[in-house]
Protein backbone atom coordinates (compact mmCIF):
# COMPACT_ATOMS: atom_id res chain seq x y z
CA UNK A 1 0.00 0.00 0.00
CA UNK A 2 2.85 2.47 0.80
CA UNK A 3 4.07 1.48 -2.75
CA UNK A 4 0.91 2.26 -4.28
CA UNK A 5 0.97 5.68 -2.30
CA UNK A 6 4.44 6.56 -3.07
CA UNK A 7 3.35 6.14 -7.22
CA UNK A 8 -0.05 8.05 -6.62
CA UNK A 9 2.04 10.94 -5.18
CA UNK A 10 4.68 11.13 -7.96
CA UNK A 11 2.28 11.61 -10.29
CA UNK A 12 0.49 13.95 -8.64
CA UNK A 13 3.71 16.00 -8.41
CA UNK A 14 4.45 15.46 -11.96
CA UNK A 15 0.51 16.51 -13.29
CA UNK A 16 -0.01 19.95 -11.18
CA UNK A 17 -3.40 19.89 -12.63
CA UNK A 18 -4.41 17.02 -10.57
CA UNK A 19 -7.70 16.73 -9.19
CA UNK A 20 -7.58 16.29 -5.58
CA UNK A 21 -11.06 16.86 -4.64
CA UNK A 22 -12.61 13.90 -7.52
CA UNK A 23 -9.41 11.53 -6.44
CA UNK A 24 -9.89 12.49 -2.40
CA UNK A 25 -11.72 8.95 -1.52
CA UNK A 26 -9.35 6.54 -2.93
CA UNK A 27 -6.53 9.05 -0.87
CA UNK A 28 -8.51 8.98 2.38
CA UNK A 29 -9.09 4.88 2.15
CA UNK A 30 -5.01 4.75 1.23
CA UNK A 31 -4.31 7.06 3.84
CA UNK A 32 -6.57 5.08 6.08
CA UNK A 33 -4.91 2.15 5.37
CA UNK A 34 -1.36 2.86 5.75
CA UNK A 35 -2.43 4.11 9.04
CA UNK A 36 -4.03 0.84 10.31
CA UNK A 37 -0.54 -0.79 9.36
CA UNK A 38 1.26 1.54 11.28
CA UNK A 39 -1.04 1.30 14.05
CA UNK A 40 -0.56 -2.74 13.97
CA UNK A 41 3.09 -2.44 13.47
CA UNK A 42 3.61 -0.14 16.28
CA UNK A 43 1.20 -1.32 19.21
CA UNK A 44 0.86 -4.80 17.65
CA UNK A 45 -1.53 -6.72 20.30
CA UNK A 46 -2.36 -3.90 21.95
CA UNK A 47 -4.09 -2.60 18.90
CA UNK A 48 -6.44 -5.52 18.14
CA UNK A 49 -9.51 -4.64 19.78
CA UNK A 50 -9.67 -1.37 18.02
CA UNK A 51 -8.68 -2.72 14.33
CA UNK A 52 -12.38 -3.41 13.75
CA UNK A 53 -13.65 0.78 14.89
CA UNK A 54 -10.95 1.88 13.19
CA UNK A 55 -11.44 0.47 9.82
CA UNK A 56 -15.10 1.57 9.65
CA UNK A 57 -14.09 5.12 10.68
CA UNK A 58 -11.84 4.61 7.82
CA UNK A 59 -14.38 3.66 5.41
CA UNK A 60 -16.79 6.07 6.65
CA UNK A 61 -14.64 9.37 6.36
CA UNK A 62 -13.73 7.77 2.50
CA UNK A 63 -17.35 8.33 2.04
CA UNK A 64 -17.34 11.79 2.91
CA UNK A 65 -15.92 13.33 -0.32
CA UNK A 66 -18.23 10.79 -2.18
CA UNK A 67 -21.31 12.63 -0.75
CA UNK A 68 -19.25 16.01 -1.36
CA UNK A 69 -18.44 15.40 -4.89
CA UNK A 70 -22.22 13.93 -5.47
CA UNK A 71 -23.84 17.42 -4.34
CA UNK A 72 -21.55 19.33 -6.85
CA UNK A 73 -22.81 17.55 -9.57
CA UNK A 74 -22.91 20.54 -11.96
CA UNK A 75 -19.00 19.76 -11.95
CA UNK A 76 -19.14 16.65 -13.04
CA UNK A 77 -17.85 14.29 -14.99
CA UNK A 78 -14.05 15.29 -13.67
CA UNK A 79 -11.44 13.68 -16.11
CA UNK A 80 -7.84 13.14 -15.41
CA UNK A 81 -5.07 11.30 -16.56
CA UNK A 82 -5.51 12.10 -20.25
CA UNK A 83 -8.98 10.48 -19.62
CA UNK A 84 -7.41 7.25 -18.43
CA UNK A 85 -9.55 8.10 -15.28
CA UNK A 86 -13.03 9.71 -14.87
CA UNK A 87 -15.23 10.77 -11.86
CA UNK A 88 -18.96 11.02 -12.63
CA UNK A 89 -22.14 9.95 -11.41
CA UNK A 90 -21.71 6.67 -12.18
CA UNK A 91 -18.66 6.25 -10.29
CA UNK A 92 -19.65 8.01 -7.47
CA UNK A 93 -23.03 5.93 -6.78
CA UNK A 94 -20.31 3.06 -6.66
CA UNK A 95 -17.99 4.25 -4.34
CA UNK A 96 -20.63 4.89 -2.41
CA UNK A 97 -21.56 0.97 -2.48
CA UNK A 98 -18.50 -0.18 -2.36
CA UNK A 99 -17.55 2.08 1.02
CA UNK A 100 -20.78 1.02 2.56
CA UNK A 101 -20.54 -2.30 2.01
CA UNK A 102 -16.77 -2.51 3.29
CA UNK A 103 -18.17 -0.74 6.27
CA UNK A 104 -20.92 -3.34 6.72
CA UNK A 105 -18.45 -6.60 5.80
CA UNK A 106 -16.64 -4.70 9.06
CA UNK A 107 -19.32 -5.20 11.52
CA UNK A 108 -19.71 -8.89 9.89
CA UNK A 109 -16.34 -9.81 10.65
CA UNK A 110 -16.15 -8.10 14.58
CA UNK A 111 -16.92 -11.13 16.74
CA UNK A 112 -15.92 -13.23 13.84
CA UNK A 113 -12.57 -13.15 13.87
CA UNK A 114 -11.57 -11.91 17.63
CA UNK A 115 -13.75 -15.08 19.13
CA UNK A 116 -12.09 -17.38 16.09
CA UNK A 117 -8.63 -16.03 17.71
CA UNK A 118 -7.78 -14.82 13.98
CA UNK A 119 -4.70 -12.73 12.81
CA UNK A 120 -7.15 -9.38 12.98
CA UNK A 121 -5.20 -6.75 11.93
CA UNK A 122 -4.02 -7.99 8.93
CA UNK A 123 -7.45 -9.01 7.65
CA UNK A 124 -8.71 -5.39 8.03
CA UNK A 125 -5.93 -4.26 6.43
CA UNK A 126 -6.52 -6.34 3.41
CA UNK A 127 -10.22 -5.73 3.37
CA UNK A 128 -9.33 -1.81 3.25
CA UNK A 129 -6.77 -2.50 0.30
CA UNK A 130 -9.48 -4.42 -1.94
CA UNK A 131 -12.11 -1.80 -1.31
CA UNK A 132 -9.64 0.72 -2.96
CA UNK A 133 -9.22 -1.11 -5.72
CA UNK A 134 -12.73 -1.54 -6.15
CA UNK A 135 -13.22 2.73 -5.71
CA UNK A 136 -10.05 2.65 -8.36
CA UNK A 137 -12.61 0.18 -10.72
CA UNK A 138 -15.25 2.44 -11.10
CA UNK A 139 -13.61 5.01 -12.37
CA UNK A 140 -10.42 3.43 -14.57
CA UNK A 141 -11.09 4.07 -18.66
CA UNK A 142 -7.90 2.56 -19.00
CA UNK A 143 -6.95 -1.08 -19.93
CA UNK A 144 -4.08 -1.09 -17.60
CA UNK A 145 -5.84 0.86 -14.70
CA UNK A 146 -9.03 -1.71 -14.63
CA UNK A 147 -6.82 -4.71 -14.83
CA UNK A 148 -4.53 -3.60 -11.87
CA UNK A 149 -7.64 -2.05 -10.02
CA UNK A 150 -9.16 -5.40 -10.34
CA UNK A 151 -6.13 -7.22 -8.88
CA UNK A 152 -5.87 -5.07 -5.87
CA UNK A 153 -9.35 -6.09 -5.40
CA UNK A 154 -8.54 -9.93 -6.42
CA UNK A 155 -5.39 -10.79 -4.23
CA UNK A 156 -6.40 -10.01 -0.92
CA UNK A 157 -9.61 -11.99 -1.02
CA UNK A 158 -7.13 -14.55 -2.30
CA UNK A 159 -5.28 -14.13 1.28
CA UNK A 160 -9.09 -13.96 3.01
CA UNK A 161 -10.41 -16.67 1.27
CA UNK A 162 -7.65 -19.27 3.20
CA UNK A 163 -7.91 -16.78 6.33
CA UNK A 164 -8.74 -19.86 8.74
CA UNK A 165 -5.17 -21.87 8.43
CA UNK A 166 -5.97 -24.16 10.12
CA UNK A 167 -9.18 -25.89 7.68
CA UNK A 168 -8.95 -27.82 5.36
CA UNK A 169 -12.00 -26.18 3.88
CA UNK A 170 -10.56 -22.78 3.93
CA UNK A 171 -7.31 -23.92 2.72
CA UNK A 172 -8.45 -25.43 -0.48
CA UNK A 173 -10.99 -22.54 -0.62
CA UNK A 174 -8.24 -20.06 -1.03
CA UNK A 175 -6.34 -22.46 -3.54
CA UNK A 176 -8.94 -23.20 -5.76
CA UNK A 177 -9.86 -18.88 -5.78
CA UNK A 178 -6.47 -18.35 -6.22
CA UNK A 179 -5.83 -20.76 -8.94
CA UNK A 180 -9.06 -19.83 -10.73
CA UNK A 181 -8.34 -16.32 -10.86
CA UNK A 182 -5.03 -16.57 -12.30
CA UNK A 183 -6.05 -18.60 -14.72
CA UNK A 184 -9.12 -15.82 -15.45
CA UNK A 185 -6.80 -13.06 -15.53
CA UNK A 186 -4.37 -14.79 -18.36
CA UNK A 187 -7.55 -15.13 -20.37
CA UNK A 188 -8.11 -11.20 -19.61
CA UNK A 189 -5.00 -10.39 -20.51
CA UNK A 190 -4.85 -12.06 -23.49
CA UNK A 191 -7.94 -10.32 -24.54
CA UNK A 192 -6.18 -7.17 -23.87
CA UNK A 193 -3.47 -7.28 -25.45
CA UNK A 194 -5.15 -8.14 -28.75
CA UNK A 195 -7.54 -4.90 -28.33
CA UNK A 196 -4.43 -3.07 -27.41
CA UNK A 197 -2.83 -4.70 -30.76
CA UNK A 198 -5.84 -3.46 -32.41
CA UNK A 199 -5.80 0.49 -31.21
CA UNK A 200 -2.26 0.62 -30.48
CA UNK A 201 -3.67 2.40 -27.10
CA UNK A 202 -5.42 1.35 -23.68
CA UNK A 203 -7.80 3.62 -23.45
CA UNK A 204 -11.12 2.54 -23.50
CA UNK A 205 -12.41 5.38 -26.09
CA UNK A 206 -9.57 5.04 -28.07
CA UNK A 207 -10.31 1.00 -28.60
CA UNK A 208 -14.13 1.81 -29.03
CA UNK A 209 -12.97 4.41 -32.05
CA UNK A 210 -10.06 1.97 -33.46
CA UNK A 211 -12.45 -1.34 -33.58
CA UNK A 212 -15.52 0.99 -35.24
CA UNK A 213 -15.29 -0.04 -38.70
CA UNK A 214 -18.45 -0.80 -40.04
CA UNK A 215 -17.66 -4.44 -39.38
CA UNK A 216 -16.30 -7.41 -37.05
CA UNK A 217 -12.84 -9.08 -37.90
CA UNK A 218 -12.05 -12.41 -36.38
CA UNK A 219 -9.31 -10.49 -34.88
CA UNK A 220 -11.38 -8.34 -33.09
CA UNK A 221 -14.62 -10.71 -32.01
CA UNK A 222 -11.30 -12.88 -30.43
CA UNK A 223 -10.43 -9.92 -28.03
CA UNK A 224 -13.74 -8.97 -27.09
CA UNK A 225 -14.94 -12.43 -26.42
CA UNK A 226 -11.82 -13.20 -24.66
CA UNK A 227 -11.89 -10.01 -22.12
CA UNK A 228 -15.17 -10.98 -21.25
CA UNK A 229 -14.68 -14.31 -20.61
CA UNK A 230 -12.12 -12.71 -17.95
CA UNK A 231 -14.69 -10.99 -16.61
CA UNK A 232 -17.12 -13.97 -16.32
CA UNK A 233 -14.82 -15.34 -13.98
CA UNK A 234 -14.57 -12.74 -11.64
CA UNK A 235 -18.45 -12.30 -11.09
CA UNK A 236 -19.27 -16.39 -11.72
CA UNK A 237 -21.08 -16.85 -14.55
CA UNK A 238 -21.49 -20.35 -16.01
CA UNK A 239 -19.15 -21.81 -16.75
CA UNK A 240 -16.61 -20.05 -15.53
CA UNK A 241 -18.45 -20.00 -12.20
CA UNK A 242 -16.94 -23.22 -10.62
CA UNK A 243 -14.75 -21.40 -8.31
CA UNK A 244 -17.65 -20.15 -6.43
CA UNK A 245 -19.56 -22.95 -4.43
CA UNK A 246 -16.31 -24.57 -2.77
CA UNK A 247 -15.02 -21.13 -2.29
CA UNK A 248 -18.03 -19.68 -0.59
CA UNK A 249 -18.42 -22.80 1.87
CA UNK A 250 -14.59 -22.66 2.60
CA UNK A 251 -13.87 -19.57 3.50
CA UNK A 252 -14.82 -17.41 6.51
CA UNK A 253 -18.54 -16.41 6.49
CA UNK A 254 -17.83 -12.64 6.77
CA UNK A 255 -15.06 -13.36 3.79
CA UNK A 256 -17.79 -15.09 1.80
CA UNK A 257 -20.55 -11.86 1.63
CA UNK A 258 -17.50 -10.13 0.61
CA UNK A 259 -16.84 -12.39 -2.27
CA UNK A 260 -21.10 -12.64 -3.11
CA UNK A 261 -21.46 -9.21 -3.08
CA UNK A 262 -18.41 -6.33 -3.02
CA UNK A 263 -16.13 -8.63 -5.41
CA UNK A 264 -18.93 -9.54 -7.65
CA UNK A 265 -19.89 -6.48 -8.30
CA UNK A 266 -16.41 -4.79 -8.81
CA UNK A 267 -16.14 -7.53 -12.02
CA UNK A 268 -19.61 -5.93 -12.97
CA UNK A 269 -18.21 -2.59 -12.99
CA UNK A 270 -15.12 -3.67 -14.81
CA UNK A 271 -17.45 -5.74 -17.41
CA UNK A 272 -19.86 -2.64 -17.57
CA UNK A 273 -16.82 -0.35 -18.38
CA UNK A 274 -15.47 -2.61 -20.86
CA UNK A 275 -18.23 -2.81 -23.13
CA UNK A 276 -20.34 0.19 -22.51
CA UNK A 277 -17.29 2.43 -23.28
CA UNK A 278 -15.07 -0.10 -25.27
CA UNK A 279 -17.55 -2.51 -27.69
CA UNK A 280 -20.64 0.20 -28.20
CA UNK A 281 -20.12 -0.41 -31.92
CA UNK A 282 -20.17 -4.65 -31.53
CA UNK A 283 -23.28 -5.52 -30.50
CA UNK A 284 -23.31 -8.12 -32.85
CA UNK A 285 -20.54 -9.71 -31.34
CA UNK A 286 -21.42 -8.64 -27.54
CA UNK A 287 -25.33 -8.81 -27.48
CA UNK A 288 -25.51 -12.93 -28.71
CA UNK A 289 -22.50 -13.74 -26.37
CA UNK A 290 -24.06 -11.64 -23.15
CA UNK A 291 -27.43 -13.73 -24.26
CA UNK A 292 -26.41 -16.59 -24.08
CA UNK A 293 -23.94 -16.36 -20.89
CA UNK A 294 -27.43 -14.46 -18.90
CA UNK A 295 -29.45 -17.09 -20.02
CA UNK A 296 -27.36 -20.54 -18.96
CA UNK A 297 -26.00 -18.38 -15.77
CA UNK A 298 -29.06 -18.00 -14.11
CA UNK A 299 -30.74 -21.96 -15.35
CA UNK A 300 -27.52 -23.47 -13.83
CA UNK A 301 -27.85 -21.57 -11.15
CA UNK A 302 -31.36 -21.85 -10.00
CA UNK A 303 -31.06 -25.33 -11.16
CA UNK A 304 -28.47 -26.16 -8.97
CA UNK A 305 -29.06 -24.21 -6.27
CA UNK A 306 -32.49 -26.65 -5.99
CA UNK A 307 -30.27 -29.70 -5.06
CA UNK A 308 -28.40 -28.36 -2.32
CA UNK A 309 -28.80 -28.59 1.91
CA UNK A 310 -26.00 -26.27 3.23
CA UNK A 311 -27.20 -22.94 2.95
CA UNK A 312 -24.14 -20.94 1.96
CA UNK A 313 -23.63 -23.16 -0.64
CA UNK A 314 -27.11 -22.56 -1.68
CA UNK A 315 -26.86 -18.51 -1.69
CA UNK A 316 -23.57 -19.30 -3.76
CA UNK A 317 -25.45 -20.88 -6.23
CA UNK A 318 -28.33 -17.99 -5.67
CA UNK A 319 -25.34 -15.32 -6.87
CA UNK A 320 -24.20 -17.16 -9.48
CA UNK A 321 -28.15 -17.14 -10.47
CA UNK A 322 -28.39 -13.42 -9.85
CA UNK A 323 -25.49 -12.85 -11.71
CA UNK A 324 -26.96 -14.06 -14.67
CA UNK A 325 -30.06 -11.79 -13.73
CA UNK A 326 -27.28 -8.50 -13.91
CA UNK A 327 -25.61 -9.53 -17.17
CA UNK A 328 -29.20 -9.91 -19.18
CA UNK A 329 -29.49 -5.77 -19.42
CA UNK A 330 -26.30 -6.20 -21.39
CA UNK A 331 -27.94 -7.99 -24.26
CA UNK A 332 -29.68 -5.58 -25.46
CA UNK A 333 -27.20 -2.73 -24.63
CA UNK A 334 -27.30 -1.39 -28.16
CA UNK A 335 -29.32 2.05 -28.48
CA UNK A 336 -30.50 2.02 -24.60
CA UNK A 337 -26.90 1.94 -23.20
CA UNK A 338 -28.34 4.08 -20.43
CA UNK A 339 -31.00 2.00 -19.32
CA UNK A 340 -29.18 -0.79 -19.41
CA UNK A 341 -26.11 0.55 -17.41
CA UNK A 342 -29.13 2.29 -14.88
CA UNK A 343 -30.89 -1.82 -14.25
CA UNK A 344 -27.31 -3.04 -13.47
CA UNK A 345 -26.33 -0.63 -11.45
CA UNK A 346 -30.11 -0.89 -9.66
CA UNK A 347 -29.77 -4.08 -9.11
CA UNK A 348 -26.27 -4.29 -7.82
CA UNK A 349 -27.36 -1.45 -4.93
CA UNK A 350 -30.50 -3.66 -3.82
CA UNK A 351 -28.48 -7.15 -4.23
CA UNK A 352 -25.87 -6.00 -2.03
CA UNK A 353 -28.25 -4.76 0.83
CA UNK A 354 -30.57 -8.40 0.26
CA UNK A 355 -27.27 -10.54 0.50
CA UNK A 356 -25.47 -9.29 3.05
CA UNK A 357 -28.34 -8.88 5.44
CA UNK A 358 -28.84 -12.85 4.13
CA UNK A 359 -25.01 -13.72 5.27
CA UNK A 360 -25.51 -11.59 8.43
CA UNK A 361 -28.18 -13.95 9.77
CA UNK A 362 -26.58 -16.73 8.76
CA UNK A 363 -23.57 -15.61 10.69
CA UNK A 364 -25.72 -15.34 13.82
CA UNK A 365 -27.86 -18.16 13.22
CA UNK A 366 -24.26 -20.70 12.98
CA UNK A 367 -23.33 -19.13 16.88
CA UNK A 368 -26.09 -21.00 17.81
CA UNK A 369 -26.57 -24.21 15.35
CA UNK A 370 -23.14 -24.27 14.52
CA UNK A 371 -24.33 -25.59 11.56
CA UNK A 372 -24.56 -24.29 7.95
CA UNK A 373 -27.09 -26.93 7.00
CA UNK A 374 -30.78 -25.24 5.75
CA UNK A 375 -32.38 -28.05 8.68
CA UNK A 376 -30.81 -26.73 10.80
CA UNK A 377 -32.67 -23.23 10.99
CA UNK A 378 -35.97 -25.07 12.05
CA UNK A 379 -38.10 -23.65 15.01
CA UNK A 380 -35.90 -20.58 14.48
CA UNK A 381 -39.25 -18.54 14.82
CA UNK A 382 -39.49 -20.13 18.57
CA UNK A 383 -36.30 -18.98 19.44
CA UNK A 384 -35.32 -15.62 17.49
CA UNK A 385 -38.81 -14.43 15.82
CA UNK A 386 -37.12 -11.48 15.15
CA UNK A 387 -34.58 -13.20 13.18
CA UNK A 388 -36.72 -14.71 11.06
CA UNK A 389 -38.98 -12.15 10.05
CA UNK A 390 -36.06 -10.63 8.87
CA UNK A 391 -34.59 -13.46 7.15
CA UNK A 392 -37.56 -13.80 5.28
CA UNK A 393 -37.52 -10.27 4.14
CA UNK A 394 -34.11 -10.79 2.65
CA UNK A 395 -35.15 -14.20 0.95
CA UNK A 396 -38.80 -12.52 -0.26
CA UNK A 397 -36.32 -9.73 -1.78
CA UNK A 398 -33.96 -12.27 -3.29
CA UNK A 399 -36.93 -14.11 -5.33
CA UNK A 400 -38.27 -11.02 -6.41
CA UNK A 401 -41.45 -10.75 -4.14
CA UNK A 402 -43.08 -7.47 -3.36
CA UNK A 403 -42.69 -5.58 -0.97
CA UNK A 404 -38.93 -5.79 -0.68
CA UNK A 405 -36.11 -4.37 -2.38
CA UNK A 406 -35.80 -7.06 -4.62
CA UNK A 407 -38.64 -7.38 -6.82
CA UNK A 408 -37.81 -3.36 -7.88
CA UNK A 409 -34.15 -4.94 -9.08
CA UNK A 410 -35.81 -7.83 -11.52
CA UNK A 411 -38.35 -5.66 -12.71
CA UNK A 412 -35.47 -2.44 -13.75
CA UNK A 413 -34.12 -5.87 -15.78
CA UNK A 414 -37.80 -7.13 -17.04
CA UNK A 415 -38.48 -3.15 -18.44
CA UNK A 416 -34.84 -3.25 -20.16
CA UNK A 417 -35.36 -6.25 -21.82
CA UNK A 418 -38.72 -6.01 -23.18
CA UNK A 419 -37.98 -2.50 -24.47
CA UNK A 420 -38.04 -1.59 -28.09
CA UNK A 421 -39.79 -4.58 -28.57
CA UNK A 422 -36.83 -6.84 -29.61
CA UNK A 423 -37.39 -10.57 -30.11
CA UNK A 424 -34.13 -11.24 -28.22
CA UNK A 425 -34.62 -9.27 -25.08
CA UNK A 426 -38.24 -10.42 -24.78
CA UNK A 427 -36.88 -14.04 -24.95
CA UNK A 428 -34.12 -13.58 -22.27
CA UNK A 429 -37.40 -11.54 -20.50
CA UNK A 430 -39.22 -15.08 -20.78
CA UNK A 431 -36.12 -17.04 -19.36
CA UNK A 432 -35.66 -15.12 -16.43
CA UNK A 433 -39.06 -14.99 -15.25
CA UNK A 434 -39.19 -18.82 -15.67
CA UNK A 435 -35.86 -18.98 -13.23
CA UNK A 436 -37.75 -16.41 -10.80
CA UNK A 437 -40.36 -18.94 -10.17
CA UNK A 438 -37.94 -21.61 -9.87
CA UNK A 439 -35.51 -19.58 -7.74
CA UNK A 440 -38.98 -18.85 -5.33
CA UNK A 441 -39.10 -21.95 -4.64
CA UNK A 442 -35.59 -22.53 -2.93
CA UNK A 443 -35.89 -19.10 -1.26
CA UNK A 444 -39.32 -20.05 -0.02
CA UNK A 445 -38.35 -23.84 1.21
CA UNK A 446 -35.91 -21.95 3.70
CA UNK A 447 -38.54 -19.44 5.20
CA UNK A 448 -40.89 -22.74 5.75
CA UNK A 449 -37.55 -24.22 7.72
CA UNK A 450 -37.74 -21.66 10.29
CA UNK A 451 -41.28 -20.85 10.56
CA UNK A 452 -43.09 -24.26 10.78
CA UNK A 453 -40.36 -26.95 11.16
CA UNK A 454 -38.90 -27.87 14.63
CA UNK A 455 -35.86 -27.20 15.68
CA UNK A 456 -33.85 -30.46 15.18
CA UNK A 457 -32.32 -30.52 19.07
CA UNK A 458 -35.43 -29.16 20.33
CA UNK A 459 -33.65 -26.40 21.84
CA UNK A 460 -35.79 -22.82 22.07
CA UNK A 461 -32.79 -20.84 24.07
CA UNK A 462 -32.69 -17.26 22.43
CA UNK A 463 -29.66 -16.49 20.61
CA UNK A 464 -26.83 -13.86 22.06
CA UNK A 465 -26.57 -11.34 19.63
CA UNK A 466 -23.42 -9.05 19.35
CA UNK A 467 -24.03 -5.33 18.70
CA UNK A 468 -22.20 -5.21 15.64
CA UNK A 469 -24.72 -8.22 14.03
CA UNK A 470 -27.98 -6.25 14.91
CA UNK A 471 -26.62 -3.38 13.31
CA UNK A 472 -25.51 -4.85 10.46
CA UNK A 473 -28.87 -6.44 10.17
CA UNK A 474 -30.72 -3.51 10.69
CA UNK A 475 -28.87 -1.43 8.26
CA UNK A 476 -28.76 -4.16 5.75
CA UNK A 477 -33.04 -4.78 6.43
CA UNK A 478 -33.36 -0.56 6.25
CA UNK A 479 -32.47 -0.55 3.00
CA UNK A 480 -33.74 -4.03 1.49
CA UNK A 481 -37.63 -2.33 2.84
CA UNK A 482 -36.90 1.29 1.50
CA UNK A 483 -35.95 0.40 -1.87
CA UNK A 484 -39.24 -2.45 -2.04
CA UNK A 485 -41.87 0.53 -0.61
CA UNK A 486 -39.89 3.41 -1.96
CA UNK A 487 -38.25 2.38 -5.46
CA UNK A 488 -37.99 5.99 -6.46
CA UNK A 489 -35.04 5.96 -3.76
CA UNK A 490 -32.72 4.52 -6.06
CA UNK A 491 -34.11 5.47 -9.08
CA UNK A 492 -33.45 8.33 -8.15
CA UNK A 493 -29.67 7.70 -7.99
CA UNK A 494 -29.23 4.90 -11.11
CA UNK A 495 -31.81 6.97 -13.84
CA UNK A 496 -28.88 9.25 -14.48
CA UNK A 497 -25.94 7.08 -13.80
CA UNK A 498 -24.62 6.81 -17.59
CA UNK A 499 -20.72 6.28 -17.89
CA UNK A 500 -19.58 9.42 -19.01
CA UNK A 501 -16.81 9.36 -21.73
CA UNK A 502 -13.58 10.79 -21.09
Do not use: C
Request: cysteine-free; aromatic content about 10%; overall charge negative.
Amino acid sequence: MFAVLSTMLAAAIERPDIDWHAVLPELLLLGGGALVTVIDLVFLERARKIMPTLTSLVFLVALIPVLTLWEAGDNLPRVMWDGAYVVDNYSLVLKGLFLLSGYVIVLLSTNYMSEGDYYDSEYYQLISASVLGMLVMTSARDLVSIFVALELVSIPAYLMAAWRKRDLKSNEAGLKYMLMGVFASAILLYGMSLLYGLAGSTKLADIATAIDIGESKPIITLGIVFTIIGFGFKVSAVPFHTWAPDTYEGAPTPLTAFLAVASKAAGFVALLNVIIIGFPTQAEVVEPFMWVLAAITMTVGNLIALRQTNLVRMLAYSGVAQAGYMLAPLAVFSGNADRATSAVVTYLVIYAAMNLGAFAVVIIAARKTQSGEISSYGGMFNYAPGLTLAMTFFLFSLAGIPPVGGWWAKFEVFRVLTDGNRASGIALAVVAAVNSVVAAFYYLNIAKQMWFMPAPDGDNSRIVIPPSLIAAVGLTLAVTIATGVLPGLVSDMTDFVNVALP
